[in-house]
């Protein structure tokens, strides 16, 4: 597997439209274009990813509607025909993007990468598991935290699992799934949309999908007591932009009210260039599921 140590430094929709998408935003705010440099790679790697690979899933709408009745997230059903070899280059990029930032996690993503070519792991080992992202396995081998392993499993499967749903991605209505996780790969909400009519729509960063949920319950933990959900307003020239935190469980999510700010990006792009949000919410003593690589570099 392809990983180099680098030097420590953070200098340095679908997959296909990511890339024009990132550069809009670094334009918008190019304050950021520095710290935020490192994701640019990444997105240029996703946009190579070949087109046929791996085949998108059979999804039929009585297959889709079956899972989901069950509360059952399609990829537990039927996952992607993946080898190691497929994911060789995007998981070599996402590890050297780690420890350009953790300079502890070396000796870590060293083990994850000896474990990695033979065989004690594969790429199923990244996949979502009940209250968590990625098998217990990655870390008992490597000894990578699980947010770490977290940031991996997103960096690594996005263009993967995008192709594997991209036919599911019709059958799914307003009202067959309520749960906070994500209804194809069972990954929590990277980011929440208000959509022009008013309805709250959960992205998943793992794999590109979006899902309606109510405007008045976590995703994380469910409480649906207004009292526990506060709104973290950020400065007047992030007018639209709000975060949600949830006293019950203290997990946030940013979200972005698209009838104020309408020419906003995509999900991911507008979750990875709002560091300064993060901070926010941090600062406020809420935490996420899935941090940022910003996010894990100030944890070091």
Not at 35 to 44: C, F, K, N, Q, S
Not at 68 to 94: F, H, N, Y
């Amino acid at each position: 597997m392809r990983f180099r140590a680098p030097r420590w430094s953070l200098k340095g929709v679908t997959v296909a439209n990511l890339a024009e998408e990132w550069a809009e935003l670094l334009a918008r705010r190019p304050e950021f274009r520095e710290t935020l440099a490192v994701y640019g790679e990444l997105i240029a790697c996703w946009a190579g990813w070949p087109a046929d690979r791996p085949a998108a899933g059979p999804w039929s709408a009585a297959a889709c509607r079956g899972s989901w009745e069950r509360g059952v997230p399609l990829l537990a059903e039927s996952r992607p025909a993946l080898g190691a070899d497929d994911l060789e280059e995007t998981l070599g990029l996402a590890m050297e993007q780690l420890a350009s930032v953790r300079e502890d996690l070396v000796p870590a993503l060293r083990r994850l990468a000896e474990a990695w070519d033979r065989g004690a792991l594969g790429p199923a080992a990244f996949f979502p598991e009940r209250g968590r992202v990625g098998s217990p396995a990655v870390g008992e081998l490597s000894g990578l935290p699980e947010d770490a392993v977290a940031f991996l499993a997103h960096a690594t499967l996005r263009p993967a699992l995008e192709r594997h749903f991209a036919p599911a991605r019709g059958h799914l209505d307003a009202h067959v799934w309520a749960l906070g996780v994500c209804p194809f790969c069972g990954d929590p909400p990277g980011f929440s949309d208000v959509l022009e009519d008013g309805q709250r729509r959960l992205a998943c960063h793992l794999c590109g999908g979006g899902w309606p949920f109510a405007r008045v319950r976590c995703p994380f933990c469910g409480t649906e007591q207004s009292g526990e959900l506060t709104r973290l307003e950020p400065e007047e020239r992030d007018q639209g932009y709000v975060i949600i935190g949830c006293g019950r469980c203290r997990a946030y999510l940013k979200e972005l009210d698209r009838r104020v700010r309408w020419n906003g990006q995509s999900a991911l792009v507008e979750d990875w260039g709002s560091p300064h949000l993060d901070l926010v919410a941090v600062r406020a003593g809420y935490w996420r599921p899935v941090p940022s690589l910003v996010q894990l570099a100030r944890l070091a």
